[in-house]
DNA sequence: TTGTATGCGTTATCAT
DNA sequence: ATGATAACGCATACAA
């Protein structure tokens, strides 16, 4: 008689398909059997609906089938948008995603990346902040947006030719006087060189431009409003056009201007950046650079997922290409 | 990318201590323990590294302290905020999540269901859309939005109020003549009480409205405009306020609004579903019925947890709460 | 090919 | 209080 509660076990089935319990073992994992027994013993793992208790099986694998994703949020519409494809990508190969959110809490993410040496995980991607993150050369970590050392793959969209295509595209819809606005880390990461694209598009062409650079605090709402007031003279904008650093950001800017009786591209023509949708594929926030999302996370997932890497490519930029969105002249 | 060296096991540390295996477990677990043996363990562990493996005592605890969580994906805004939610709630009480997005697959939430047999997870929370969904009666499941029998309990708002406060509202706020609309389910979920709801708050006040039911793959983009289309005469819409079934779909709309020069809440009042926001506390996307999503996760991780299911309820609804976003005359 | 026995890392139950 | 040892469920090397 079985205990009540616990499910049924390799030696229950093999007892109920009078075999012994290495063959048991080898149909599971399909190894040659003969026919006879494999029937029986298919028969009665279907009747006592016997599955493999997979801690059991991890115990001597040592592998878990499972990753870690680290990230601040769900709810920010980049983040979500990565965590979706992310988990997508691990499930077609039959991996399963532990999330993870850190809420930008530098203890929590430092404390996820020691669930590797728990075997709880068989590696990490993650989307960090800490700037004092230590990660063991032999922890499995994939970084996204952030360089964290030589022995660890950085994934990223190419930031910088994004700023620049902005800059290009803003040019050669007419604009000559622009703006950049952008919530700046202070943390070095790859979205930076958003700026530095953009500054040098800008150099290229000969256009000048105003800056915005927000604090991680800030509030958005009260800043951009007041930024663009500065810029307003005789309700006519100092600039012809606006680069922000990311999708939310233009999203914000495009409702001030309204409070301003401005709109885009009719006022001031608009690109941001990541190529978030509101609700499905046509519903662009702005005109954008964006950002490779699928790309990324499939890149991820063959990275973490790679047994042998003899040589750990430190950073991968990933092609960016600009979509029009309704708030530029095209 | 895989650990090569194995981690150091609880053998190692009672080696390196002098002590016997049981007196570490000992140590770990804090059980009483001579002072000169805790040191030595303690040192040993500090200097080893060591970490419990998670799978070994799983094997032996049959518990896994993590929770399966089904959802069809996290880019929908809705989905995005229950997750983040359920998330943290977990988080707090040292659980992990298991994230499975299901993208409406009936086949792959079937499949997970499962999982819990498998002592991969120790419970599942999930927002499905199979019908013929089934679980076991001892599956610990807790169900959003969607009864699946008596056995499980469904956590939910108070939907059916949420379309009545919704009709109230826009009655007091001067609407005599209204419209609804919103994406119909064919199943029998929670959600689509808020139609009821509403049509017994237009009966109490003696209201009429137009209907739109869209059917799942119906592009809102092009019915919306359609129905409003077909509602205008001479530039004036024949209804002075709507109710959306979520929040998306009266973003849309306000999109299709602009489009025919109409906005809210000047030329019609709007409120939605959700209590979604696009990216700050501030940012509302309409006037809304509120749904208390951090009190769903919380109530869905309470219940998944408990140990003892002796009194399962199978209906919770949560109440809602109205909320002005702008699209309404306040 | 099939059966048997051992070990994975922990916890729990024994003696000591 | 501490040490030895037997499970837990599975995979596998080895014996038959």
Redesign the pocket.
Known sequence: MRKKN?AP???DVALEAG?????V??V??GC???E??RQKVESAIKKLNYQ??SY??G???ERTNTIAFLIPNTTNPYFALLTHYIAVSLQRRSYRMLLCCTDFKRDLEQEYVSMVHRNQVDGIIGLTYNPDLVVDANTPFVSIDRCLGPSIPCISSDNFSGGQIAAEKLYSLGCRHLAFMRISSSLTNEPNKRKAGFENGCMIYGMTYESLLLEDGDELEKEIPRFLEEHITDGKLAFDGIFCGTDTVAYILLKALSRFGLSAPEDVQIIGFDGIRYLSEYDHVCSTIVQPVEDIAEMCVEFILQESMSTKPPLICLPVHYEAGGTTKE
């Open positions: 616990s076990t390799m030696k075999v012994a319990l290495g063959t073992s080898r599971i994992n040659s059997v003969g006879p027994y493999v208790n059991a099986q115990l001597k694998a």
